[in-house]
């Protein structure tokens, strides 16, 4: 099932395969969607988390054989329009060869660390991180320290993948977060660098999936706001393999 973050309300595709879920939804008015206060949840995290608290729920709660993450105004798409977002019957194709769908990475102007220090947080973030990364999953040390320097990113928090590769992922994940949030004290950022363990998740999820050799389709991210439009901020469009598999 592909479940589509949202905080407000929206017209979900029509697609049986996605259910839209609230974040952030403890103590919110009911919006007729999913809830993530239900379960075994992390709702109230929202402000820091953001769409990781829909994440978190999935993971908790939802025994799919898939499971996968978007949001109300980003999608997967076959093309740079909205009304050809990834279909079910596709994903179930594409992860018939496949372990996970993940976007395009980005290319950036700097490297990813000047990219997370200029706006979304603090160089100790990133240290912290290294030091529980190093106590916790040390194989993962040498993507973790390459992937600062480089200068291109997967962004958004968005998969969507078999659900032994959705669950390992989100165990590794939140096992760091946590701890990072009981390392850091957080009460001097504004209130955009208070979403630091979204921000760095999107990190994350390139150390990750750089590290694990897992079968990775790409795919490319289609905007909803029309205020986006299609900018070179976007790596949109399709492989080949993309092409070939839908006509099979």
């Known amino acids: 099932m592909i479940y589509i973050a ?14 839209p879920i609230q974040v952030g939804a403890a103590g919110k008015d009911d ?13 109230t995290k929202n402000k820091n988390y953001c769409e990781l608290t829909g994440a978190y729920w999935i993971w908790k709660n939802s025994e799919d054989p898939y499971k ?4 109300y105004r980003r999608y997967f798409s076959c093309s740079f329009f909205m009304k050809n977002i990834i279909k079910e019957s596709t994903v179930q194709k594409i992860l018939e060869r ?33 030091e529980i990364i190093a106590e916790q999953y040390p194989s993962y040390l040498d993507e973790y320290n390459a992937l600062w320097q480089d200068h291109s990113l997967r962004l ?7 659900s032994e590769v959705y669950d390992a992922y989100s165990e590794w994940l939140f096992n760091i977060l946590f701890e990072l949030e009981r390392r850091t004290d957080i009460t001097s950022y504004n209130d955009y660098q208070k979403r630091i363990f979204g921000f760095m998740s999107e990190r994350l999820l390139n150390v990750y999936f750089r590290h ?22 976007l790596k949109t469009g399709l492989k080949r393999e993309f092409y070939y598999l839908i006509q099979k």
């Open 31 to 43: 919006m007729q969607f999913l809830r993530d206060d239900t379960g075994d949840n992390i709702s």
């Open 212 to 233: 694990n050799s897992f079968k990775i389709f790409q795919c490319g991210v289609v905007p909803t706001e029309s205020q986006w439009g299609i900018t070179k901020r």
């Open 98 to 130: 496949y372990d996970v769908i993940l976007p395009f990475e980005m290319k950036l102007a700097t490297t990813v660390q000047e990219n997370y220090t200029r706006g979304c947080g603090f160089d100790k973030d990133i240290d912290i991180t290294r």
């Open 156 to 162: 958004f928090n968005m998969l969507i993948a078999i």
């Open 6 to 19: 949202t905080h407000k309300k929206f017209d979900p595709p029509k697609d049986a395969g996605y259910i």
């Open 68 to 71: 996968g993450l978007v949001h």
